[in-house]
């Protein structure tokens, strides 16, 4: 199997499947996390609970990189701490803050360098949790699971099989391709996560004519506070889902 010196980790089902399968491979790379400081606070409980049950008693740790890409070492801001100061939020058509909260921070961390433009694939040092489900994206990557041919239900049953709870989608709460489902279920475990994030929306510049706000929502029609409003009065919003809680695809950041 073509394993690479560093496993970049989500705490999403495939990178733990990956993290797994390469382990008990005898592999011995590094687990490396780019914590934004806006993962689900489920995400970060599961990550514990997975180093401290299987993955130190094997002898590995999670290194955990924090900030922007250039405070390597420091603790630095998080994501929302940014987009509250600079009254920003993450957009599904720019993905600014997948490029600056996790891929630079991992290759800087790996190369100490932030690649060129045009230079990303030239040396890749890092694997990642894709599986064969959609072996369609990032192909010039290092991708175990692909190469295995396992699916999604794959990494589940590799999970499972050592005895570990299944984690839920990994991401962070704030992020822009979270379906309705997501954002509902973020507005009942976390009511102040999901305020924290509506004021965060609502403090975006408008345009030069008044008119328009960015949302998080990709299609730009619906705010969170509609969503809370939806929510409150139990009713449905046109064109989304409002089950699904446990079962989402793997998060677009890729990691």
């Not at 011995?28 to 780019?34: P, R, Y």
Request: neutral net charge; charged residues 30%.
């Amino acid at each position: 199997m073509n394993y690479a010196d560093i496993l970049s980790f989500g705490a999403g089902v495939n990178s733990i499947a990956l993290a797994i399968m390469a382990i008990n491979d005898g592999w011995h790379g590094e687990i490396v996390f780019s914590d934004t400081g806006c993962e689900w606070p489920e995400t970060m409980c599961y990550l514990d609970y997975f180093e401290r049950e299987w993955l130190r008693p094997r002898g590995f740790e999670v290194t955990r990189l924090k900030g922007m890409p250039w405070q390597r070492y420091a603790k630095g801001i998080s994501l929302i701490e940014y987009c509250e100061a600079a009254r920003v939020i993450p957009l599904a058509a720019m993905r600014w803050c997948t490029s600056e909260w996790k891929v630079k921070p991992l290759q800087r961390y790996g190369y100490g360098r932030t690649f060129k433009k045009g230079e990303e694939h030239q040396e890749d040092k890092t694997m990642i949790g894709i599986a064969i489900d959609e072996r369609w994206r990032q192909p010039h990557r290092i991708r175990p699971l692909v190469d295995a041919g396992i699916t999604r239900e794959g990494c589940i049953k590799i999970i499972e099989a050592e005895g570990l709870d299944v984690p839920q989608k990994s991401g962070c709460y704030l992020c822009p391709f979270q379906r309705n489902a997501q954002w509902r279920m973020l507005w009942e475990r976390h009511p102040e996560l999901f305020e924290r994030a509506m004021l965060l929306e609502e403090s975006t510049e408008r345009s030069k004519n008044g008119y328009w706000r960015a949302t998080l929502d990709p299609s730009g029609k619906i705010t969170l506070r509609q969503r809370k409003l939806a929510y409150e009065s139990q009713m449905e919003l046109p064109d989304f889902d409002m089950d699904d809680l446990l079962r989402f695809k793997p998060c677009v950041c890729t990691l």
